[in-house]
């Protein structure tokens, strides 16, 4: 986009140099990966970047004590491998001087890899558009089909595989499944096999029995798979059943036992209410002179 001028290397430039000013790493990392694309695929790159001082940010982040060490790393390489380039930037001094700079203060450079090694701008296509493409459309020619003894092999390797997960997977408990080394591997295991199973699917043709064997390991593949993922998930343990709620039956308060606090409750003779046909209780009026003495019209 850069190269057809549909976005403006000055502005790019600007936004990485923000990007590289931030202190997320990861944030930080992509910036830089990017600034290396631009400069070397981009011929204005170079000089908007000495323009930019987007050097002075980068010699910040390296001299930032909480920058983290593969970005430091990816910024001194990156420095060292523009400072060493005098032939290709010998018009921008800054790059080389930078460099020097470093070095003077004897910062430890992470030495070279197969990145810093590469050509400080991208060589020229030294394949046509043509071939290119001839090239991309060999690789949808169908693969070569197996022997019969590569085959019988793969098939027999597989359903061992098989047989092993399934029976480590039936005699180890549901959480130690993740934290086993031998049950990991044979996954693994596994997952390469019905690879190869696969391919024989794609490569059966018109060998139906082939064709039929091999999908049915892919199938018991499957099975094994599900069973391993199941035993991943962590079981949901039932909440405790709440304690059942005993009926407590509510007298209504027109029942007869409502009152029955009132008539411990002395009262005087004539506000006691008549019962037994509406005749007055003379017995009780008896039994409260004996006790409380003679009634003086008012309750004691």
């Known amino acids: 986009m850069v190269n057809h001028e549909r976005i403006n290397i000055v502005e790019l430039i600007r936004g990485i140099k ?8 990861r944030i930080q990392y992509l910036a830089l990966v990017l600034l290396e694309t631009i400069v070397k695929n981009c011929e204005k790159a170079f000089s908007e970047v000495a323009s930019e ?23 001194l390489m990156l420095i060292e491998s523009w400072g060493e380039s005098s032939n290709e930037l010998r018009y921008l001094p800054v790059f080389e001087e930078t460099y020097k700079s470093l070095r003077s203060r004897e ?3 992470p030495g070279h890899d197969d990145e810093s090694l590469a050509s ?16 991309l459309a060999q690789r949808d020619i169908p693969v070569q089909s197996f022997s019969a003894e590569d085959t019988a092999e793969a098939l027999n390797v597989a359903r061992n595989s098989i047989e092993l997960l399934s029976t480590v997977l039936s ?8 934290k086993d080394d031998l049950t990991t591997m044979l996954v693994h295991q596994c997952q390469q096999s019905q690879s190869t199973i696969q391919r024989i699917v794609e490569t059966a043709g018109d060998n139906e029995a082939l064709l039929f064997e091999a999908l049915n390991v892919n199938d018991e593949f499957q099975k ?22 005993i009926p407590v039956a509510v007298e209504p ?32 009026d008896d039994l409260d002179e004996m006790i409380f003495g003679k009634n003086s019209g008012t309750p004691s």
Do not use: W
């Open 18 to 25: 923000k990007r590289i000013m931030l202190r997320t790493p």
């Open 53 to 75: 001082r987007v050097l002075d940010e980068m010699v910040k982040l390296i001299d930032d004590p909480q920058t983290v060490v593969m970005n430091r790393n990816k910024a």
């Open 107 to 109: 910062i430890l450079f």
């Open 120 to 135: 400080i701008f991208t060589p020229p296509r030294s394949v046509s558009e043509a071939e290119l493409e001839a090239s």
């Open 171 to 178: 005699s180890s408990p549901q959480q130690d499944v993740q």
């Open 224 to 245: 094994v798979f599900n069973k391993y993922e199941d035993m991943k998930t962590p079981s949901i343990v039932p909440a405790a059943p709440e304690p059942a709620m």
């Open 253 to 284: 308060e027109e029942s007869p036992c409502a009152g029955k606090e009132d008539a411990l409750v002395r009262k005087l003779p004539g506000s006691r209410s008549t019962f037994h046909g509406g005749q007055h209780d003379d017995m009780m």
